[in-house]
């Protein structure tokens, strides 16, 4: 077991500098490619990678401003994450099927905008609970000082301040701190802003390719009214609704989305 899932490091050039991913499984199967949220880094979906079918190519990406993923001064909007994935996918070996895009968060509004604009290259898309502001509608509902609070407490090593910003049981401190060490205080700040001037609804009415939205009903970002609209605005994406769950769903609730995604990696054949 531990063979088939040793998780390998590669290196990509982006338009901004070097890219990491984490990869697992066949280089020869179908490619899964994970993107994370705004404050998190490839390292949050290795335990989903590791439960899946070791026959697909099973990726996640450090995005740029994260993990070992250079750290530019600018260039955090939705459009320059989308030009990061157009990188990795260039990177991906031929003759293998299309890929599957699974993004959570941030990461789902980039994978979202990336299927709008590049509908031949993936197969299908998972938007995990992605945030829906943009202009013309509701603001980002969560404070920035969620995402910066707990950084600069931990810079400052004021680790009970740190603590202080997450509550739930079990809550993997050393994880969260890590990650946070990871992430650029640019990347934080300017993606934080494009969560309202990126146009997230546009680009879900564009998404012609197969598509999977995951809502979390222990979230504020998509009220069940919103997820209403959303399901209107394109009949193509399916909606599953987890009502019990808050927002980080990867980690609330792993075995019921690694079976969420088993099943739908096997209607995709």
Not at 72 to 81: E, F, Q, T
Not at 111 to 117: K, Q
Request: aromatic share 8%; hydrophobic share 40%.
């Amino acid at each position: 077991m531990a063979d088939r899932y040793e998780i390998r490091e590669l290196t990509v050039a982006g338009p901004a500098g070097r890219l990491r991913l984490l990869a697992a499984g066949n280089p020869k199967g179908r490619p899964v490619l994970f993107v994370h949220g705004i404050a998190e880094n490839a390292r949050a979906f290795e335990p989903i990678m590791r439960e899946l079918p070791s026959d697909f190519y099973l990726l996640s990406l450090d995005l740029r401003g994260r993990g070992k993923s250079d750290k530019p001064k600018a260039g955090y909007a939705v459009l320059d994450y989308a030009q990061d994935l157009l990188a990795v996918w260039n990177h991906l070996p031929g003759g293998a099927a299309k890929p599957l895009l699974v993004g959570h968060s941030m990461g789902g509004r980039a994978a979202c905008a990336f299927a709008a604009l590049y509908p031949e290259l993936p197969e299908a898309v998972v938007l995990i609970d992605p945030p829906i502001s943009g202009p013309g509608r509701p603001a980002f509902p969560t404070p920035i000082e969620r995402f910066l609070g707990p950084k600069r407490a931990l810079e400052a090593g004021d680790m009970e301040r740190f603590r202080s910003f997450y509550s739930a049981p079990g809550f993997d401190y050393e994880r969260k701190a890590k990650e946070l060490r990871e992430c650029s205080e640019d990347a934080i700040i300017q993606s934080y802003e494009a969560m309202n001037s990126d146009p997230f609804h546009s680009y879900y009415r564009m998404l012609k390719v197969k598509g999977l939205l995951i809502t979390a009903g222990g979230s504020p970002l998509i009220p069940i009214e919103a997820e209403r609209e959303l399901k209107l605005l394109n009949p193509r994406v399916a909606v599953v609704r987890y009502e019990d769950i808050g927002h980080e769903i990867h980690k609330l609730a792993p075995d019921r989305l690694i079976s969420e995604l088993k099943t739908y990696l096997s209607l995709l054949g």
